[in-house]
């Protein structure tokens, strides 16, 4: 972790703090606190656009434009770019074509999810959400040390919604 005023790119991060107070609870919300960014959906996968660079091919051998990384691992689908965010240290969007630091699929930007890491102090967390059409969204961690230098921490996420649609 550096400073943003000593990265030579344009990125806008967000701590798991800042996500939640502002309930964003997925990648879809993001547009809401990220400027030049906008994602749509089509069915089941994320069409991220980033300053005017947006994926339109979303078939299983189509490859998206706006790369997405969990703990920096490559989601090769854009389906996986909407999973239910859970226990997040932060979250980057970077601007940009990122090809040389991510490789391909970098083209107009990245979004980066990173995990809570585990801490040496015991803690524990929840939060429950409840809204229209029957929304449930429950969330939790435990964060448990074992000896000296080694701790563990688990998390789970529930979520459901009823359809807009009867």
């Not at 800042?18 to 994602?39: C, K, W």
């Not at 689908?77 to 932060?90: P, W, Y």
């Not at 809570?116 to 961690?141: C, M, Q, T, V, W």
């Amino acid at each position: 972790a550096e400073s943003l005023q000593d990265v030579p790119i344009a990125v806008t991060a967000l701590t798991g703090a800042e996500l939640a107070a502002r309930n964003i609870t997925d990648v879809t919300l993001l547009s809401f606190a990220t400027p030049g960014l906008q994602v749509g959906r089509s069915g089941s996968d994320a069409r991220p656009n980033i300053r005017g660079i947006n994926t339109e091919a979303i078939g299983a051998n189509s490859d998206p434009r706006i790369a997405f990384y969990i703990d920096d691992i490559y989601q090769s689908r854009t389906s996986q770019a909407l999973v239910g965010f859970v226990d997040l240290e932060r979250v980057e969007v970077q601007k940009g074509p990122q090809g040389t630091l991510y490789g391909r699929n970098s083209f107009g930007g990245n979004i980066a999810l990173y995990s809570a890491a585990p801490k040496p102090d015991f803690g524990a967390g929840a939060s429950l959400i409840y809204g229209n059409y029957n929304r449930l969204r429950a969330e939790g961690f435990v964060n448990v040390p074992l000896s000296q230098g080694i701790a563990v921490r688990f998390a789970g996420l529930y979520e459901q919604q009823d359809g807009y649609v009867e």
